[in-house]
């Protein structure tokens, strides 16, 4: 696990704002199946909960740098 990453939306594996990209980069793991997982479960929970959730983290996390 790579800690070391700051904590940011990615500039480059994004599909809508960078969140879940930028989560994975940040933790090393395959962001396409993060996605899916993602998405299974805000499913799950009637999509609301998922939707809300990923709005307020494209508010809160920054874009990383160069």
Do not use: C, K
């Not at 594996?13 to 930028?22: F, K, L």
């Amino acid at each position: 696990m790579n800690t070391s990453r700051p904590f940011a939306r990615s500039r480059h594996d994004r599909m809508i704002a960078g969140v879940i990209g930028g989560i994975a980069q940040r933790y090393g793991w395959n962001s396409t199946l993060l996605r899916a997982i993602y998405v299974i479960a805000s499913i799950a929970s009637v999509a609301f909960p998922g939707i809300l959730v990923y709005l307020i983290a494209w508010l809160l996390m920054p874009e990383e740098g160069n």
